[in-house]
DNA sequence: GTTATAATAGTAACGATTACTGTTTTTAAT
DNA sequence: ATTAAAAACAGTAATCGTTACTATTATAAC
């Protein structure tokens, strides 16, 4: 892969390090903007892919339809809130020993796992 | 909720009874089409989102963008093959201790998990 | 500076899914 | 059996996230 030096790729690996939560193609692309008002959507969907395809950021695919880019790429678990959409960070360690167990029964070759968790986040569960 | 029933939702619940894959939309009217060959693929979606959500059939995102339909609502993994894009059942049991586990350390309120495996199935891994 | 090619902006196309609309089925009450 | 209310339908249009295309611009090695 010969990749060549992009100020709009710098821009949105910039723009993902700053977020803790895990914007949307659409999210990265309204923020980038305002440093780069011309870039196109193509290329940030082209950027987010190929960074995620060599490994310097995450592509998170959380059952809702739309991807979700983490600057984090250190395995972690993330929860989805069903009403807010939100998607959050968890800090319980991933284990691997799950992919143990299923290898043991299994034929073919088990590379790698998604796990995620839903339900209703704190703020959107009612206070009293 | 007030359902009439139908004929094209039958044959639809019984096209997935039939089958151990996970066929997708598309699929599901492929086939149902055999036995109603004017059947539109707008009340095939419509049924299949209605069977999901009345808990009869389980949706599943295993990340490759198309929905697949799953007759068997036990809780069970799934290994989806990267290279020929099979989902398949695994037999290793659920557990939800990963749950407990999260929860302790989580604010929300946690109502379910989603796990799949990847990687290559037997079919996939080159004979020699 | 020249040159090769990666990357871009802008736009068109795509595929999965949902929404709309007028018609037909189902169901329950008469 | 007839009727009436609503659910479901077929057919089609629209939506949405994403990818593909194309002509132009930026990068980097020589």
């Given at each position: 892969?010969?990749l060549k030096?992009?100020?709009?790729?710098?821009?949105?690996?910039?723009?993902?390090?700053?977020r803790?939560?895990h914007p949307?193609?659409?999210?990265?692309?309204?923020?980038?903007?305002?440093?780069?008002?011309?870039?196109?959507l193509g290329?940030v969907?082209?950027?987010?892919?190929?960074?995620?395809d060599?490994g310097?950021i995450?592509?998170l695919?959380v059952?809702?339809?739309?991807?979700?880019?983490d600057y984090?790429?250190?395995?972690?678990y993330?929860f989805?809130?069903s009403?807010c959409?939100?998607?959050?960070?968890l800090?319980?360690?991933?284990?691997?020993?799950?992919?143990?167990?299923?290898?043991?029964?299994f034929?073919?070759e088990?590379?790698g796992?998604v796990?995620?968790?839903?339900?209703?986040?704190?703020?959107?569960?009612?206070k009293n």
């Amino acid at each position: 892969m010969n990749l060549k030096h992009s100020k709009q790729r710098d821009s949105i690996k910039e723009f993902l390090a700053t977020r803790k939560d895990h914007p949307t193609a659409d999210v990265v692309y309204m923020n980038v903007r305002q440093s780069f008002p011309n870039i196109s959507l193509g290329t940030v969907y082209r950027n987010l892919t190929l960074l995620a395809d060599i490994g310097e950021i995450a592509r998170l695919r959380v059952g809702d339809g739309v991807d979700h880019f983490d600057y984090d790429t250190n395995p972690h678990y993330h929860f989805v809130c069903s009403e807010c959409g939100d998607v959050t960070d968890l800090n319980t360690p991933v284990t691997n020993q799950i992919i143990k167990d299923v290898q043991e029964t299994f034929e073919g070759e088990i590379k790698g796992q998604v796990t995620y968790f839903y339900g209703r986040c704190s703020n959107c569960i009612p206070k009293n």
